[in-house]
């Protein structure tokens, strides 16, 4: 019965060494992975605009980065984008900076449009309320850099839930026609 036990614990000890070192493997491989992926660029100041350069809450140029889940400001092809955190309508830090060329736009004769999309997830009529008060946000924000309510739309769009991730979809529009 012995030489029993003995034959067991001769498979059962490279066995559990085996399995322990696949599971260490597994680990150090998934914290390599997650090490290795390139870090979220840094946020650059809105001087920068002609260089696309990323600044504090707020991207310019033509930016193919993921949009990080949280309030952010993108200016992209003339078309300055809010995306906000879930369920708030808090504008980033550098809303002000990002609406200049809305600002002097709209100083030289045109009209800034200002659009909200929502995400799928949750209440649609929830949802559709907060894109709403996002680009009533927006707006005000206009407002207080100094243009007037006639040089202002409030346009919702034909389909208010926005493709992509669920932060790209959590956004507001301004664009000057």
């Known amino acids: 019965m012995s030489t029993q ?6 498979v059962l000890w490279p ?10 493997g597994l680990v150090l491989g998934i914290a390599i992975f997650r090490t290795g992926k390139p870090a979220a660029a840094p946020l650059a100041p809105a001087s920068a605009a002609a260089s696309g350069v990323v600044s504090g809450g707020m991207v310019l140029g033509t930016a193919a980065t993921a949009i990080p889940d949280g309030a ?11 995306y906000f955190a879930s369920g708030s309508a808090e504008l980033a830090t550098g809303a002000k900076e990002a609406l200049a060329d809305v600002v002097m736009g709209v100083a ?26 996002r680009a009533i946000a927006v707006r005000d924000t206009l407002a207080a850099l100094g243009i007037g309510e006639d040089k202002l739309e409030l346009k919702k769009p ?17 664009r000057l026609e």
């Not at 839930?161 to 507001?172: F, H, L, P, Q, Y």
Request: proline share 1%.
């Open 15 to 24: 066995v559990l060494f085996g399995i322990l070192l696949l599971v260490i």
């Open 108 to 133: 030289a004769g045109r009209k800034a449009v200002i659009s909200g999309y929502h995400d799928t997830t949750g209440d649609p009529a929830r949802n559709e309320e907060l894109a709403k008060q």
């Open 5 to 10: 036990d003995d034959d067991y614990q001769g």
């Open 158 to 174: 034909e389909v208010t839930t926005a493709t992509g991730s669920n932060a790209e979809a959590r956004r507001v529009e301004v």
């Open 72 to 82: 952010s400001v993108r200016v992209e092809e003339g078309v300055v984008k809010f």
